[in-house]
């Protein structure tokens, strides 16, 4: 199967070596509503960004997520997406190398794991929001 790729550049806005040879490929300027259309009609996404992991397994999107930093780095933020995916029972979809990755689409126990999860999620923060917000 052949896939067209897209590729969302930094928030910062700055092009780097890469991004200045792929333009043709760079989505920019993209708002909120664009960013989730384009997660939500893609066939795979593969990221290190915590929201476009979140907002993929939302709309069960198969998605891949990549460490941001090198595991030594203070700043690191890889520690969100291995929560993320360990708390939606898809630990495998946290890879270091996409070379051995053999599907891209959900297995049938990814996908009852993920949705069961997601309800889970979506209950708790629910919960957490109406005690919060001192509603009973």
Request: aromatic share 12%; hydrophobic share 40%.
């Amino acid at each position: 199967m052949r896939l067209k790729i897209f590729f969302v550049g930094y928030t910062d806005k700055k092009l780097y070596g890469w991004e200045i040879s792929h333009r043709d490929i760079l989505l920019s300027n993209l708002g909120v509503e664009d960013f989730l259309k384009c997660i939500s009609k893609a066939t795979i996404v593969i990221t290190d960004s915590f929201h476009a992991a979140a907002f993929s397994a939302i709309f069960h999107t198969p998605f891949y997520a990549l460490p941001r930093f090198n595991k030594t780095d203070v700043n690191s933020m890889n520690s969100r997406l291995k929560v993320l995916v360990e708390e939606l029972g898809i630990e495998d979809r946290f890879v270091e190398d996409l070379n051995n990755i053999s599907s891209y689409s959900w297995s049938e126990d990814e996908i009852k794991s993920l949705e069961c999860n997601l309800l889970m999620l979506k209950n708790k923060g629910r919960s957490y929001l109406q005690k919060s917000l001192g509603d009973n």
